[in-house]
């Protein structure tokens, strides 16, 4: 199967600056990449997603970019604010199924 | 909308009992259900693949004799654990695919399963 990997593994940055959040996969095939925010003991929720013919998708203060070629994509949050802080995960989608990445503890310090 | 609600949220069992999970999708039909595997602090592993009136894909390394899926209707999945072990211990969390969507996916508030 697909095999994606996320890095850092844990992020803290200052309320207000800007946190990066990288992932790369394994398979060509992965034609659709969706991130998601997980809070403490709740579900995941999708932020943001991109599909593998757009280049960078922007929304509000998120955005992803895809490298294609590379095969890596990358989250982006600006203006970072405490209710930032979560558990991020990146997945590539390959022949209907999900593959998740690691996880990125982000804490935004007030 | 698109509201996925899992049942039980917490389970404590025996070792040697098997150990049902349900997963519904309550204001949409769901052609495709995930099941994912979450060990603490770490990510979702798909565990397997159900899609409404066929039998579920397993990824490698699940076991399907262990972990059943059954998918009956568009909204309603169910995980069996059979046969529990302390190292099924885990968060169980399903996800659903509206028949309408290709990407989409919810997921539900999870499972913590405890074998005791």
């Known amino acids: 199967g697909e095999n994606v990997e996320q890095h850092p593994s844990t992020l803290s940055v200052q309320e207000g600056d800007s946190a990066v959040i990288k992932c790369t996969y394994s398979?060509?095939?992965?034609?659709?990449f969706p991130w998601y925010k997980q809070e403490l003991g709740k579900r995941p929720q999708l932020i943001i997603d991109?599909?593998?013919?757009?280049g960078e998708k922007k929304d509000q203060r998120i955005a992803v970019t895809l490298n294609k070629t590379a095969k890596h994509f990358s989250l982006h949050i600006t203006e970072t604010q405490p209710e930032d802080s979560a558990v991020y995960f990146c997945?590539?989608?390959?022949?209907?199924?999900?593959?998740f990445g690691s996880g990125t503890k982000l804490n935004v310090k007030p | 909308g698109a509201v996925v609600s899992q049942h039980p949220s917490w389970v404590i069992c025996k070792s040697g009992t098997s150990v049902k999970i349900e997963c519904r999708s309550l204001?949409?039909?769901?052609?495709?259900m995930f099941w994912y595997r979450q060990f603490p602090k770490q990510s979702l592993m798909l565990m397997a693949t159900?899609?409404?009136?066929?039998?579920?894909?397993?990824e490698q390394g699940v076991e399907k004799d262990k972990f059943l899926i059954n998918h009956a209707s568009l909204t309603l999945s169910t995980l069996t654990v059979t046969s529990a072990h302390p190292e099924d211990s885990s968060f169980y969390i399903c996800?659903?695919?509206?028949?309408?969507?290709?990407?989409?996916?919810?997921f539900g508030p999870g499972t913590r399963l405890t074998v005791l």
């Open positions: 996800s659903a695919r509206p028949r309408a969507s290709v990407n989409e996916q919810f």
């Open positions: 398979d060509s095939a992965s034609n659709y």
């Open positions: 991109i599909r593998s013919n757009v």
């Open positions: 997945a590539a989608r390959v022949f209907n199924k999900f593959y």
């Open positions: 204001d949409f039909q769901a052609t495709t």
């Open positions: 159900s899609n409404e009136g066929s039998k579920a894909t397993y």
